[in-house]
């Protein structure tokens, strides 16, 4: 069984803090694997990726999102965060994490080349 479940979203005011979480499980995570956080703000709306991080700790993050959110991995527990700061609404959307298990090196640009998806949890900051 291999799968992302999306868990922490919810409705909170401008400028307040909110942290995701992404468990994952299954035979693919049996090594670390690129995994990332990607943002749609609604129905047919672009996903675009917010945040990324390779085995090795590495981080790359969003022009819109630089200095605001810090994702971080627990492997141990299995868990992937985005810890968000200083949230405005343009933030707002369906926040869905995923993984590209077949790259360790880099986190690749295009979403197809992510081949596990969770379901998203919502993020609302009203105007």
């Known amino acids: 069984q291999v799968g992302l479940v999306e868990s922490g979203g919810g409705s909170v005011q401008a400028r307040d803090s909110l942290r995701l979480s992404c468990s994952f499980s299954?035979?693919?995570?049996?090594?670390?694997?690129?995994m990332a956080w990607f943002r749609q703000g609604g129905e047919g709306e672009v996903r675009e990726k917010v945040a990324?991080?390779?085995?090795?700790?590495?981080?790359t993050y969003a022009d819109s999102v630089k200095g605001r959110f810090t994702v971080t991995k627990d492997n141990k527990n299995m868990v992937l965060y985005l810890q968000m700061h200083n949230l405005a609404t343009n933030d707002s959307g369906t926040y869905v994490c995923?993984?590209?298990?077949?790259?360790?090196?880099?986190?690749?640009?295009?979403?197809?080349?992510?081949?596990?998806w969770g379901q998203g949890t919502q993020v609302t900051i009203p105007s």
């Open positions: 990324n991080i390779i085995p090795t700790g590495a981080t």
């Open positions: 299954g035979a693919a995570f049996r090594r670390e694997v690129c």
């Open positions: 995923g993984a590209a298990t077949r790259y360790i090196d880099f986190c690749p640009i295009r979403m197809y080349n992510y081949d596990i």
